[in-house]
């Protein structure tokens, strides 16, 4: 599928890719009826790859497209745009881990970051997978200062199965006034260009 996120309003083109799928068996797991045009292909092969192709489409959308372009008011209830924005990264220890950040947010003088992580792909089961908390850290491009972390929660090693979805907290001293950051996960991977939101109601890193 070759596909391009454009503002329609300039014509200007913000990115443009090419989502590829495959598959020579039918994955369990899959759900929810194939569309009108693609009803034959439905628990063949075809549909495994299908399905991972649109996945992976959806994804470059997502992790492509500006926080400012989505609809939605500062009350609505809904996360933070600009963690969005970020694209998912493969991890470094097993590529068919994907690891998508959905929210970065500063709370007084600590910085917290989600991340969601799922198997892609027909394989069963991922490879090993473990955070190091020592050789994580987040770097302030403004300074080129580092800040180390304070804790993690949730899933910081094991394995995942087909379908799982595991989620990862890890929280870091909150660099001085900046506004983007890269946010090293030893073990797993680097999301660049992170855009901070401060948390609602409260009040900046001093």
């Given at each position: 599928?070759?596909?391009r996120?454009?503002?329609?309003?300039?014509?200007?083109?913000v990115?443009a890719?090419?989502?590829?799928?495959?598959?020579?068996t039918v994955?369990?797991?899959?759900?929810?009826p194939?569309?009108?045009?693609?009803?034959?292909?439905?628990?063949?092969?075809m549909?495994?790859?299908?399905?991972?192709?649109?996945?992976?489409?959806v994804d470059?959308?997502?992790?492509?497209?500006p926080?400012?372009?989505?609809?939605?008011?500062?009350?609505?209830?809904a996360?933070?745009?600009?963690?969005?924005?970020?694209?998912?990264?493969?991890?470094?220890r097993?590529?068919?881990?994907?690891?998508?950040?959905?929210?970065?947010?500063?709370?007084?003088?600590?910085?917290?970051?989600?991340v969601?992580?799922?198997?892609?792909g027909?394989?069963?089961?991922?490879e090993?997978?473990?955070?190091?908390?020592?050789?994580s850290?987040?770097?302030?491009?403004?300074?080129?200062?580092t800040?180390?972390?304070?804790?993690?929660?949730g899933?910081?090693?094991?394995?995942?199965?087909a379908g799982?979805v595991?989620?990862?907290?890890?929280t870091?001293?909150?660099?001085?006034?900046a506004?983007?950051?890269?946010?090293?996960?030893?073990?797993?991977?680097?999301?660049?260009?992170?855009?901070?939101?401060?948390a609602?109601?409260?009040?900046?890193?001093?």
């Open positions: 599928m070759d596909l996120v454009i503002d329609v309003r300039t014509g200007r083109i990115a890719t090419s989502a590829h799928g495959e598959a020579t994955a369990a797991g899959v759900s929810g194939m569309g009108a045009g693609l009803g034959g292909f439905a628990k063949t092969p549909e495994t790859a299908v399905r991972e192709m649109i996945k992976k489409a470059f959308v997502v992790g492509k497209t926080g400012v372009y989505y609809r939605h008011g500062a009350t609505s209830g996360a933070p745009a600009a963690p969005k924005a970020v694209a998912p990264i493969r991890t470094d097993d590529p068919n881990v994907v690891a998508r950040l959905t929210d970065a947010t500063v709370r007084g003088a600590v910085l917290t970051v989600v969601s992580l799922t198997l892609d027909s394989k069963a089961q991922s090993k997978l473990e955070l190091v908390p020592g050789k850290l987040l770097l302030d491009y403004a300074t080129g200062q800040y180390p972390v304070i804790n993690t929660d899933f910081t090693s094991g394995q995942l199965k799982d595991k989620t990862l907290r890890v870091f001293r909150a660099p001085r006034s506004r983007e950051v890269a946010v090293t996960l030893a073990g797993l991977g680097t999301f660049d260009d992170v855009k901070l939101a401060p609602t109601g409260g009040r900046e890193a001093p």
